[in-house]
Every structure is written in structure tokens, then in C-alpha cells.
């Protein structure tokens, strides 16, 4: 991504539009919230959706087919982030991103008691996801251009953390709020959404006023007030370069395989944790799933991102990216040993969630730091980091549609369907140990392990 043409003429245009000094803005402040209000949105829309229409009697397959095709705004926001750059601040970006996506989810929950509730509170689902996809633009850009290397080393944990904890509050607390007042308080399904959607939507407003008072504006781009003309312009440059890099074509298929089975799990894993036994499921409620993944899955999933990082900063990604994409594949065996033996224990079912979920934040560490360290570098670091997760994106969205036919093609039987899971986890090991490491320096001209 282009950069602002110096240091002091960045804080020269900042100091005309922003009221409160970069330096005066404390990190602290701003960081956990801005990913706080990344997680959430992007886990309502892929992930908590599908439970919502599962409570209110879509089928699996057409939750699989239309939910999924939610995912496409993050594969597809490497085409319009060049085009960002001439207009507004990254700051306006994020806080007009935040302040949309509260009144939409507000639409969605005022959508659910009309008869054509699915189609409309879809529609709203993709604006959602685009706002999203448009806010982690911006919100990564602020990340990057305004803390130094030596902060942003600092907060990358804290970033990552805060991200999982909005996963935690929309999949996990929110998700058991809606059982609670359903099977506790007697309410209908739809009504105990219409107040989940309402409470997301509020909470990404209280988050965008946050944010006015804290966010900074972020490096101004060199490209501002310049026109769309600048932007396409950059849009073709960063896209040439792109496919210009050593080795591209097989880094981006390393990229699309490493979490190839992990997204069978991601759509469907919640289905099979709700679906009654007499077809196939576990028969847990909304409030076991919510206490899965909310507290226990999200802990293991939050320690296993933590070892995994001090195994690759041990033992360099290099030597270790085939050992992380064995710790994120092999536990998808979890899903299978639950389809064939069908416990009704709650804590064995979690502690074996909990065990999958440990070893995707272990396995994942891989793919990230191979985004960053092998496709990133060069003069579109941001933009090209960018296309890289829009890949990761378009496993997610590939693997979500297809699971509604693999699921369908196996009669509904998640035995077989999980044994599938299996067998698609074994090519992101063999092309884990393919992969290739063109780069061997960092920025500052430091080895990479």
C-alpha cells in the first residue's frame, strides 16, 4: 500500500482534522477495542448466523449454501481496499464501517418476524459482511501505520486476544443468551434473536462512540484527495506486483489448503452439536453450545495460538510450519471419535471441542506468520496482506458451500461426513511440507528462521 509522503507531513495533515494528538492517544485505548469490534462482526455474520437459522428451522444444507457465500466480502476486499485510499482517513473508515454495521444488525433483528425473514435478514447479512471486510481494511491500516515495530510487537497478542474475545461474547455469551431465554424464559425463537441481533448492534455502536473519542486517523496515504484514478492506478500496480513474486502460485495454494479441512468443521460442527440424535446429532441446546464455545473452546483455542507462538518463535517457521499444519489437522479426528461414538457426557463433548479448538489456534499460528513473512513483504505489504487473508477467506467460502453437498452427497450421515473432514485434511499437511520460503530476510535485514 502506497505511503504517506514523510513523517512530518503526515502529522502536519493529521493535526488539521484529528482533535487529539497521535502521540496523545494511548494504545491501550484503542487497540483491544478496535479488535474487539473486529471479531464480533465477523463471527455474527459466518458463524452465528447459521445457528440462528438453524433455531428457526432453515435446513442444514440451505444454512450451508447461503451462509457461507457470507464469507465472500473478506475474499473479495483486496479489489476495493486500493480504492479507499484517496478518500476520508482510515479513522473515518473504521467509524463509518462500526456505525453502519450497528444499524444493519438492527435491521436484521426487525427482519426476523416477517414470513420472508430468510431472504431479507440475508441481504442484510452481506452488507454486514461488506462493512466488515471494509472495516478490517481500515482498522488493520490504522494498526500498521500508526504504532512503531516495537509496539505493534507489543500488542500483537493483545490484538489477536481482543479478536477472539469478540468471538467469544457473539458465538459464546450471546449464542447461550438466546437458549437462556428460550428454554428459561419462554420466549420464541425469533424473539430471543430480535434481542441477541439488537445487543450486537448496540454493542458496535457503543464501540464506534468509543472509538470517536480514542481511535487516531492512522498514516494519511499519499494517494489522498487525489481521485479514484489514483486508486485504480494503485490497484493495478499492487495487483502486477503481486503475481510477480517468487513462487506465488504454490504460496497461494499452500494458503487455500492449510485450514482446507477445518472450514468442513467451522460450518457444520455447530449443526452436529445441535441436531437431535434421532438424526445423527448430539442434541445439545443453545446454551451448551454457547458454554462449548464460548468459554471452554475459546480458552483452548486462545492457549493453543499462545504455544503456538512460542513454538514457531522457538524453532523458526521454516523448520515448523509442517508441525503446525499436523497440530491443526490431526484434531479434526475429535469430530469423528464424537459421530461414532455419541456421548451424551457434556464435559467429555467439551473437553473434545475443547482439544479440536487447541489444536486450530496451535496449527493457525503457521498460516498467519506464512502470510506475513512470505507473501506480505515488498513495496504493498498492507494490500498484498490482504489478498493473502481474501485467500484464506476463499477457503472458508469454498469450503462452506461444498460441505452442503458433501453432507447431502452422504446421505446426511455425519459419520461418513466427518471421515470426509479426514480425508480433506491430509493435503494441507503434504503441501505444508512443500511450501516454499522465497523470503529470507525481515524488513530490518534480520534472517528469517
Not at 502536519?12 to 494528538?21: F, G, H, K, M, V
Not at 469478540?166 to 434473536?193: A, E, F, M, Q, R
Not at 518463535?313 to 475429535?334: D, Q, S
Amino acid at each position: 500500500m502506497p505511503t504517506a509522503d514523510s513523517p512530518a507531513q503526515a502529522r502536519a495533515d493529521t493535526s488539521n482534522t484529528d482533535p487529539l494528538p497521535e502521540k496523545a492517544r494511548n494504545p491501550s485505548l484503542w487497540v483491544p477495542t478496535l479488535y474487539l469490534a473486529m471479531g464480533i462482526p465477523n463471527v455474527t455474520v459466518g458463524a452465528v448466523s447459521a445457528i440462528m437459522y438453524k433455531n428457526m428451522g432453515v435446513s442444514n444444507t440451505d444454512i450451508a449454501i447461503y451462509t457461507s457465500q457470507l464469507y465472500l466480502p473478506w475474499v473479495l476486499k483486496p479489489i476495493w481496499a486500493p480504492l479507499m485510499e484517496p478518500f476520508r482517513t482510515k479513522r473515518w473508515w473504521v467509524l463509518s464501517m462500526e456505525f453502519l454495521m450497528a444499524g444493519v444488525l438492527g435491521l436484521i433483528a426487525f427482519s426476523l418476524p416477517i414470513p420472508s425473514f430468510f431472504a431479507v435478514s440475508l441481504a442484510f447479512f452481506w452488507i454486514a459482511g461488506f462493512a466488515s471486510a471494509t472495516q478490517d481494511i481500515a482498522a488493520d491500516a490504522v494498526y500498521m501505520t500508526t504504532l512503531s515495530p516495537g509496539q505493534q510487537g507489543k500488542f500483537i497478542g493483545i490484538q489477536g486476544m481482543c479478536w477472539n474475545l469478540g468471538s467469544v461474547l457473539s458465538s459464546g455469551i450471546l449464542v447461550w443468551l438466546t437458549g437462556k431465554l428460550h428454554d428459561n424464559y419462554h420466549y420464541d425463537w425469533v424473539h430471543s434473536w430480535m434481542i441477541v441481533m439488537c445487543l450486537i448492534g448496540a454493542s458496535m455502536a457503543l464501540l464506534g462512540v468509543w472509538h470517536l473519542k480514542h481511535l487516531p486517523q492512522g498514516e494519511p496515504s499519499s494517494l489522498a484527495g487525489q481521485g479514484f484514478h489514483s486508486g485504480f492506478k494503485a490497484l493495478g500496480r499492487s495487483w502486477v506486483s503481486f503475481f510477480q513474486k517468487k513462487h506465488i502460485w504454490l504460496m497461494l495454494t499452500v494458503t487455500f489448503f492449510y485450514r482446507f479441512g477445518e472450514g468442513f468443521i467451522e460450518k457444520f460442527g455447530a449443526l452436529f452439536l445441535l441436531d437431535s440424535r434421532a438424526v445423527g446429532g448430539l442434541g445439545l441446546n443453545n446454551q451448551a453450545v454457547g458454554n462449548i464455545y464460548g468459554s471452554v473452546g475459546t480458552i483452548g483455542f486462545i492457549l493453543g495460538a499462545l504455544f503456538g507462538g512460542f513454538f514457531a518463535a522457538r524453532v523458526g517457521l521454516r523448520r515448523g510450519l509442517v508441525l503446525l499444519a499436523f497440530a491443526l489437522n490431526i484434531p479434526h479426528l475429535t469430530y469423528f471419535y464424537l459421530s461414532w461414538t455419541m456421548p451424551d457426557h457434556l464435559s467429555l463433548i467439551t473437553g473434545v471441542v475443547a482439544l479440536e479448538k487447541f489444536g486450530f489456534g496451535f496449527g493457525s499460528v503457521g498460516l498467519m506468520l506464512y502470510m506475513m513473512q512470505q507473501i506480505a513483504p515488498g513495496p504493498f505489504k498492507m494490500t498484498h496482506y490482504a489478498f493473502a487473508t481474501g485467500i484464506m477467506g476463499m477457503t472458508k467460502w469454498s469450503t462452506g458451500w461444498l460441505s452442503a453437498y458433501v453432507y447431502t452427497f452422504f446421505e446426511k450421515n455425519y459419520l461418513h461426513f466427518f471421515t470426509f473432514v479426514l480425508i480433506a485434511s491430509i493435503p494441507p499437511i503434504v503441501l505444508s511440507w512443500l511450501a516454499p520460503f522465497p523470503v529470507t530476510k525481515d524488513d530490518h535485514g534480520n534472517p528469517l528462521k
